[in-house]
Each structure stands twice: as structure tokens, then as C-alpha cells.
Nanobody, 130 residues
Framework: QLQASGGGLEQLGNSLRLSCEYS????????VGWFRQAPGKEREFVAA????????????VYADSVKGRFTISRDNAKNTIYLEMNSPRPEDTAAYSC?????????????????????WGQGTLVTVSS
């Protein structure tokens, strides 16, 4: 089970950190991803991170729209994944959801596909005002 939190109303330029806490058997998780859905738009990928750490290669992947502004990280001891949103923009306004995948892919780009994630948490709403 996944629980996302940390959303709220932020002004342009303020940083915001979202949390996604996982409760369950973490040994079965290979990656956790963040997705978002803005009103009237389709769900889109934001970022993903390998749960257990990379094996010599990158263990994160980002959407181009957030690369350099958002940072995904993990705290395995707390079973929590974070999404640090730096310099959020009004176009980042959306409901953000986290999801867990039990499929292993050597190439992180496969985790940009929502279909590889089997478990989804409730979203947390982020509103960025100008």
C-alpha cells in the first residue's frame, strides 16, 4: 500500500517536497515512480527510482519537463520515496500519485511507462500559483 503526502498550495518559486510511504513487503519492489495528472489532461510520468539502488548504472529517470528542477530520492529505512520540487511552475499543478513496480528492468527508461506499475497510491494535490 502506498500513501502520498505533502501536496498543497505553493507560490511560484517555492520548493515543495512530496513523500510516498510504502507499507508492505518491500523486498518485492523493484522501482517506485511518481506520476501526475492535471485537470483535463492525461496522466503523465514525472520520475522514477530503483528501490534497492543501482548496480553501477543510473537508478533514476526523469521526464524532460522536470529534469533539473525535481529530484527523486529514497529512504529505504523509512520505506519512503521523496519528490523534491524545486522552482515549481503553474504548469506543475496536478494530482501527484506514486506507484510501485515489481518488474525489474535494467534500463530505467522502461519505468516511464505507467503500465509497469502494479500498485498505486492515492494522489496528493499540488497547486502552484503565479
Amino acid at each position: 500500500q502506498l500513501q502520498a503526502s505533502g501536496g498543497g498550495l505553493e507560490q511560484l518559486g517555492n520548493s515543495l517536497r512530496l513523500s510516498c510511504e510504502y507499507s508492505g513487503r518491500t523486498s518485492s519492489i523493484d522501482a517506485v515512480g511518481w506520476f501526475r495528472q492535471a485537470p483535463g489532461k492525461e496522466r503523465e510520468f514525472v520520475a522514477a527510482i530503483r528501490w534497492g539502488g543501482g548496480w553501477g548504472g543510473s537508478d533514476t529517470v526523469y521526464a524532460d519537463s522536470v529534469k533539473g528542477r525535481f529530484t527523486i530520492s529514497r529512504d529505504n529505512a523509512k520505506n519512503t520515496i521523496y519528490l523534491e520540487m524545486n522552482s515549481p511552475r503553474p504548469e506543475d499543478t496536478a494530482a501527484y500519485s506514486c506507484a510501485a513496480s515489481r518488474l525489474y528492468y535494467k534500463i530505467m527508461a522502461y519505468y516511464t511507462n505507467a503500465n509497469v506499475f502494479a500498485s498505486w497510491g492515492q494522489g496528493t494535490l499540488v497547486t502552484v500559483s503565479s
